[in-house]
């Protein structure tokens, strides 16, 4: 039959498509860095050229007025659902450097793992569809299902552009439901599908002191020092329950059903061994919840950068003018972003210590919280397949991160997305040493395959029906 | 006379000292930068070169385990008393260099001041009793008082070879009292004599959560976050009034009486006009003190540096695996540096926050805080001195830094320490654009050359008398 067919071509491509997913992660295309502008569109013309040579796909770069979006799509199964492909070729930065143990722009193997920055967020899994329709087309001269491909290069900096990119081009992107590339799956040995997800809302602060820097010691006592301040400022953000202190942070927050709290409970879940994986001395979180809920189901606000002074080797007895701090928060339903921000902003503006003055300005992500039906007809094509991948049923789990991706076509399209990656949640994605698993890249080639080939099944009716979703 | 003479030769010579300071600045002689300790030693040679070509002084570089002393001595005036001239050749680390106007080692002229980083801390100030003995040796032959010159490479770093160096070299230092051309006086056009300084006592600490950096939306809500405990230790530090919040900080400091402070509020001090120059919106301390107490009579605890996560442009999702902070502490009598250091430590390590580890080291500094009685010999002929250059007489002040020899020559050898600096408190010295008033270089050569002038003539016996100063 043309589905093992499929498949074989696939094992017989393994080490070629290792080879390229080596030379996609070589390319430094760190979106955050400006000086990396030429390396960003080096990217997206692989990816363009990578999916012109998949098949019939039209393959083009869109210009965003942020990074390009490239895009391309197949549309030659009329009556069968239509699946928008979603993955990002931009990466985290590197930093800190020292503490990569291969350079993070040279992919390097090591017993089983691909290590390089952007090889599992999320160049490996976003190349996996690619590969797939590459194998489809070879031997089948045809997909399943219609396929509209969208790989963005804003997704690491809150995918600024693509909210109006949707909004302008929502004909081209049609669809019954999102595949999203990106994501990660709980654990590298236990298939599971993500059934909700955080949203995110970010801000920068800077408090001043005095117009520049001072000495210590003459000044010392006399005047604010930032750092004194901005302590004290990041200190109230949070009760000593470890709730957020922000006014009006939770008015927002739907209480989870008993039902729902009892599910993450019974979920297979080692809190000594995740801890013991982090290095973490302890868990340390909302009072009243279990470390799963309050990664999951609960807000929080978490300062991503504090910084002021000297920070060099030996002292320098300096009272600096500044103090700085990047935070971000996650959200659950139905917390927005836009008022977080707010409401986190106001907090500031009524807690500067004296002696300061604050600039607020706006972080980079802002979305909502996504959720898709276990139901939904994406989400029981994704259970088949997985199921014939691993020989066991998924777990449905829920991700305390973000994809901005679910809730903008959720809420200008009415769509629901499937993540569906093969990257994994251990493999330090937004830290040093970064990798992916290379079992887990010729794994997800299989499971794609097999689910583009249910949803193909499963027909355009079932589809239409439980496409929207039920009510929430 | 021979003072007119020697004053004359020192006018004559002013565009060729001017030049002299400017080649001197040049040298970028940052000892806390490990990089630049070819600079260093560069600095020390040009000192060592510019004292042997002032007169028969036996100019040599002594080496002590860190950065070598510049070492010269005259002993030719039997009977009359021994000055220990003391000043440094190291400077400040020149960052934050965007905010620099010019070069910080390309001094440049605007407006009579001299621009470059250590023109006034300390390079300008100590190249002054140079040319003023070059100038007596010019003139006359010889000094009208015994001179020993010293000149550290360790001051800005806290000056760790210092201790060893003295209680190594007691019988070369041997003198009846200490000059320093290192401090500041308060006002350009007020003249002013320092009779307290403050003493520095510093640490520097990490909190670590997990090992590794964490991504803040996975892991957000389930472990520590660093930078939230460093935050709260930070702010534990001091309390709602101001005060230092550290078990045991204030049980050695001494009341100060009531006269003294009743002086100091008689001072000629304009708040606002200090806040305005500083662009400071308020005066921020301990409750209970005014400006000037807290900063020249109390204690101060600040914090120099704090840094964990993200600094970058845009955002990065992180949860950092460390924190760390720089702390200084400014201290009065009888506050010993080493038991502040332990109190900080002993509050930190109880206040250290759930799910963080902390890790303590020592800073540099240490030194106690110094003062020199106003009937002291000196004192008495540096009132005359500057009474004479400026026709005021002096303001009997204090400061709010440290130049840690004073308490070492008190401690080690029982001498008062007179500062006889002619770089003034505004200067920036530990902040960009930091520089020197050219005119007070020219007051300053006159004001040594009358100083050392009064000693001579006040001869030893009194300097016998009042040499060793008041019982406190």
Redesign the interface.
Known sequence: MGLEDVLADLSSRHEEILGELVEFASIPSV????ARADRMLEAARWVADRLGRAGPLSARIVETGGQPIVYGEWLGAPGEPTLLVYGHYDV??E??LDRWESPPFEPTLRDGRLYARGVSDDKGPMLIPIEVARSFFRTEGALPVNVKFMFEGEEE??SPSLDGFIRSHEEMLAADAVLSADG?MWRPDEPSIVVGS?G?A?L?FTLT?????????????????P??A??????S??DEEGRVAVAGFYDRVRDVPEAERAEIRAMPFDEAA??AE?????????AGYT??E??WI?P?L???????????????????SE????I?S?LVHDQDPEEIVALITRHLESHVP????LTVTP???RAGAARIEPDHFVVRAARRALSEVYGVEPLLVR????VPISELFERHMGLRTLFFSFST?DE?????NEFFRVRRLYEGLEAWTRLWEEVGQSGPSEAGAAGTGRPE
Chains 1, 2 share one sequence.
């Open positions: 979106g955050a860095d400006p985290q930065p930093d800190p900096v809150g990660a955080r995110v970010g920068e002191g005095a117009s520049k820097d001072l000495h210590s010691g003459r000044h010392g006592g006399g005047v604010a020092n750092l004194h901005m302590a004290q400022l990041v200190a953000l949070h995740y801890l982090l290095g973490a001395p302890a868990p340390v979180g909302e470390t799963l309050r990664q609960r929080t978490e300062v991503n950068g504090m910084w002021g002074g000297y920070q060099g080797p030996g002292g320098k007895t300096v009272i600096p103090a700085h701090a990047k971000t996650r004296a002696g300061t003055r972080g980079a992500g991700v305390g991160s973000t949640a330090d994605f937004h830290a040093p």
